[in-house]
């Protein structure tokens, strides 16, 4: 019994001490790795997939998953953009975006859990859809903003800390917040763990399900704000790839792809994990291409431990039986 209870500590904290081991030994190897401005570099760099990343967790807690955030946080960011362009008012282009994300999130958890579609095949649909939408919307083409103002929020910073940085900080404190110590946060670990339990325990199960994919929606419409603002442009294949990177953070993390166990804490971590070697890796001349095969075996690696650990934990029910 005592061997299992450690084994399952040993995971939970598993990716801080692999991350804390990380920085030291890259800091040791490269002085520069822990100067200030890399530090705050890092922290800017993986903000945007550290917000998405937070909204990831809580749909794959809630046993769903979404593949639609990158085309999602693609539109909502044309949306905020060329709202902007077209009325002048900033805030009526973020007000759209955030629309625009929370409905389409919405939408997501009402395919999924209305109409009982599979989560994977769900939001791998809309994501081409909205894909679809997106150039469509920007003419395939990429847009500027017009917009003196719009392209400033971006830019801001507080106390020399990108805006950026401190809205991830925020969702973060918030995401966790919300999933440790509210009603809806348990109920979603609940659905996620067993959602027939969860169901004839009295919880509504499909309204939980779909509030989780909403907050992702919300998510992907701050990334995309934050993106667009930053760049000054915007086209419907900006977030290419940044589902994947999401989903990466939050499995390392050790959130279970089963659902129904994981933290946003952990996934903080492994989004700085991610975060740490890609800089340590650029430090070192190391490549783009070989950083998406290290990403790609991390990744297994991590699906594997979550085999094992799911295998370990039902060896364990047999054993007490």
Avoid: W
Avoid at 254 to 261: A, R
Avoid at 292 to 320: E, H, M, N, P
């Amino acid at each position: 019994m005592k061997k299992y209870l450690n084994a399952e500590k040993l995971r939970s904290l598993g990716i801080y001490i692999i991350l804390i081991l990380v920085i030291i030994v890259v800091g040791t190897l490269n002085s520069a790795f822990l100067s200030k401005n890399n530090i705050l570099n890092i922290g800017s760099q993986i903000s945007m997939n550290g917000i998405l990343s937070v909204g990831m967790t809580i749909v794959i807690i809630s046993g769903g998953f979404d593949l639609s955030v990158g085309s999602n946080t693609a539109m909502c960011g044309a949306v905020a953009l060329i709202v902007s362009n077209s009325t002048g008012s900033v805030l009526l282009g973020l007000l759209g975006a955030l629309v625009v994300g929370l409905l389409f999130g919405t939408c997501n958890g009402l395919i999924v859990k209305k109409i009982g579609i599979n989560a994977l095949i769900t939001t791998l649909a809309t994501n081409i859809a909205m894909k679809g939408i997106a150039l469509i919307y920007t003419h395939s083409d990429s847009i500027m903003s017009t917009n003196d103002l719009f392209k400033a929020i971006g830019k801001m910073k507080i106390l020399d800390i990108p805006f950026n940085l401190l809205l991830f900080v925020i969702c973060v404190i918030v995401g966790q917040i919300f999933m440790s110590k509210t009603k809806p946060g348990r109920y979603i670990y609940a659905l996620g763990g067993n959602e027939r339990a969860a169901r004839l325990s009295g919880i509504k199960t499909d309204l939980y399900g779909i509030i989780a994919f909403a907050i992702s929606g919300f998510c992907c419409a701050l990334v995309g704000i934050m993106m667009t603002t930053k760049l000054g442009s915007v086209s419907a294949t900006y977030a290419s790839g940044y589902e994947m990177d999401a989903i990466a953070a939050t499995v390392i993390g050790g959130t279970s792809i089963n659902g129904g166990e994981g933290s946003v804490g952990r996934t903080v971590a492994g989004i700085l994990l991610l975060g740490v070697l890609s800089n340590a890796f650029d430090l070192m001349g190391i490549g783009i291409e070989y950083q998406y095969v290290f990403k790609g075996v991390v990744i297994l690696l991590a699906v594997s431990a979550d085999k094992i650990s799911d295998f370990t934990k039902s060896k364990k029910v047999s054993f007490q039986k």
